[in-house]
C-alpha cells in the first residue's frame, strides 16, 4: 500500500494469508446472499400470475402487467430506506446484527407472499398486502448487499478485498439464476393451470425456508475485527452517521453512485432485459433466450470472482478500466451477432455475461472510498439511492430509446460504460491515494 495511505497504521498486516476462517466467512456470507438475492428476484418471473391473481378480473392486460411491475418497483423504492436506516445501526452497533437481520427481514415476507390470500379471496386487501410485503423485502436486500460487501471486506485481508467482493457479487447473482432455474423448473412440471391454481406459491414457500436456514448459517459468523477495533478503542461515530458521511464524504458518494450506475447498466440491461429484447428484436424463441440467459447468468457468477482476483492482483481501477471496455465491446457483439447470427446467441451472451462480472470490482472501490466509521452508511446511501434512480429508470430510457434505435440497448450500455471508464482514469490518477486502502477509522 502507499505509504501516504489514510490511517494505515491502524491497518492489521496486509499480507497474512487468508485463512481457514476467512474462507468459511466468505462462504456462509456468498450463500446467504444467494438465498436472500433469490428470494428478492423470484418475483419477476412470476409477474404475469401475480397480475391474474392479485388484480380484479376486468382490469385490462396492459393495466395489470402494469400493476405487477408497479409492485416489483416498489421494492426498489423502499431499498434506499431499508438500506440507509440499517447502515445506521451498522455503523454505531456491529455489522454482525444487521447482517442477520437483513437476511430474517427477506425471509418473513417471502414466506408469507407464498401464503397470501388472492383478490379473489380477499378483494383490494391482497394487492395491498402484497405491496407492504415486497416493500419489506426491498428493504432488506437494501440492508443486505451493502452490509454483505462491507462485512467480508473487513473480515479478509486487504490484499484480498477484491476477491472477497467479487466472491459476494457472485452469490448474490447466483441467486438470480437459482430463481430462474426454479422458476422454469415450476413451469416445465406443472400445468399453466396448476401454477395459477397453487404452483406459484413453491418457489416463495421454499424461499422462505432457505432463508430462516440462512439465518441460523449467519449465527456462525464473527464481528468483524475492524468494527470490534473501534468499539475497543472507542472510535465509533457519535453522530448520524449519514450526515457525516453527506458533510465529509461528498467525492467517495459520487463516485460510488457513478459505479453503482454502471453495475445497474450490467445487471438490469444485458442480464435481466436482454431476455425479452432479443425476443422483440430478432424473433428468438422465448425458452432459446432463457436458455442462453441462463448461461449468461452462470458466467457472470464467474466473472465476478475473476475481476476480483485481478482486481487483487493488478488493482481496481486498471481492471475496472479493462472490464468497461470489455463489456462496452461485447454488449454491442451480442445484439450485433444475434441480428446476423441468432444460433450464435448461446456463446455471443455467455461471453457478454462473463464480461458483466465487472461489477465485482464495483465494492471494491466503494468499501475503500469511505473510512470504517461510516462505512457502512456511505455505501448504502450511495449504492441504494443511485440503484434507485438508475435501476428504476433504465428500463424506461432503454424502452423510449428504442423506438429510433433498435441497438439502443447496447447504445445506453456503450454510454455508460464510457463514464465509468473514465471514473477509472480518476481513480487511476487523482484518486489512487483517497481510494487506495481499506482504512480502518
Known amino acids: 500500500m502507499p505509504a501516504s495511505a489514510p490511517h494505515e497504521t491502524l491497518q492489521p498486516p496486509a499480507q497474512r494469508p487468508l485463512t481457514l476462517q476467512d474462507v468459511k466467512t466468505?462462504?456462509?456470507a456468498a450463500l446467504g446472499g444467494a438465498l436472500e438475492f433469490y428470494d428478492?428476484?423470484?418475483?419477476?418471473?412470476?409477474?404475469?400470475?401475480?397480475?391474474?391473481l392479485f388484480f380484479p378480473p376486468e382490469t385490462s392486460e396492459w393495466l395489470r402487467q402494469l400493476q405487477s411491475f408497479g409492485l416489483f418497483a416498489a421494492a426498489y423504492l423502499a431499498r434506499p430506506l431499508g438500506g440507509i436506516v440499517m447502515a445506521h445501526f451498522g455503523d454505531r452497533s456491529g455489522r454482525k446484527r444487521m447482517f442477520a437481520l437483513s437476511v430474517f427481514m427477506m425471509a418473513v415476507p417471502t414466506l408469507l407472499i407464498g401464503c397470501l390470500p388472492t383478490y379473489a379471496t380477499a378483494g383490494y386487501a391482497a394487492p395491498l398486502a402484497l405491496l407492504v410485503l415486497r416493500m419489506m423485502q426491498g428493504a432488506a436486500v437494501g440492508g443486505e448487499v451493502p452490509g454483505a460487501w462491507v462485512f467480508v471486506s473487513e473480515h479478509v485481508p486487504e490484499h484480498r478485498v477484491g476477491f472477497a467482493c467479487g466472491t459476494l457479487t457472485s452469490g448474490l447473482t447466483f441467486g438470480i439464476l437459482i430463481g430462474s432455474l426454479v422458476a422454469t423448473a415450476v413451469n416445465k412440471i406443472y400445468t399453466p393451470e396448476a401454477v395459477r391454481d397453487f404452483a406459484w406459491r413453491l418457489p416463495f414457500l421454499v424461499g422462505g425456508v432457505f432463508g430462516f436456514f440462512a439465518v441460523f448459517l449467519r449465527r456462525w459468523l464473527a464481528e468483524t475485527p475492524v468494527f470490534e477495533e473501534m468499539r475497543q478503542r472507542k472510535a465509533l461515530v457519535q453522530e448520524l452517521p449519514l450526515k457525516a458521511v453527506l458533510r465529509g464524504h461528498g467525492l467517495s458518494v459520487a463516485v460510488s453512485m457513478l459505479l453503482t450506475w454502471v453495475l445497474t447498466a450490467g445487471i438490469v440491461v444485458v442480464i435481466l432485459m436482454t431476455p425479452t429484447l432479443v425476443q422483440k428484436l430478432y424473433g428468438i424463441a422465448p425458452a432459446q433466450a432463457l436458455e442462453a440467459n441462463s448461461v449468461a447468468t452462470l458466467s457472470l457468477t464467474v466473472g465476478c470472482v475473476v475481476f476480483g482476483l485481478l482486481a487483487d492482483r493488478f488493482g481496481a481501477g486498471w481492471m475496472l478500466g479493462i472490464g468497461t471496455l470489455a463489456l462496452l465491446a461485447a454488449t454491442y457483439g451480442l445484439y450485433r451477432g444475434v441480428g446476423?447470427?441468432?444460433?450464435?446467441?448461446?456463446?455471443?451472451?455467455?461471453?457478454?455475461g462473463f464480461c458483466v462480472g465487472v461489477v465485482g470490482v464495483v465494492p471494491t472501490v466503494m468499501v475503500r472510498a469511505f473510512p470504517a466509521a461510516v462505512r457502512f452508511s456511505g455505501l448504502s446511501f450511495s449504492y441504494n439511492v443511485s440503484y434507485a434512480i438508475f435501476g428504476g429508470l433504465t428500463p424506461l430510457a432503454v424502452t423510449l430509446m428504442m423506438k429510433e434505435q433498435p441497438l439502443a440497448p447496447a447504445h445506453y450500455v456503450a454510454g455508460v460504460c464510457a463514464m465509468g471508464f473514465?471514473?477509472?482514469?480518476?481513480l487511476l490518477s487523482a484518486g489512487r491515494t483517497r481510494f487506495a486502502s481499506l482504512s480502518p477509522s
Do not use: D
Open 26 to 28: 466468505l462462504g456462509l
Open 40 to 52: 428478492f428476484i423470484i418475483f419477476v418471473f412470476f409477474t404475469s400470475v401475480i397480475g391474474q
Open 340 to 352: 446476423s447470427s441468432p444460433e450464435q446467441l448461446v456463446p455471443l451472451y455467455a461471453l457478454a
Open 422 to 426: 473514465l471514473v477509472a482514469l480518476y
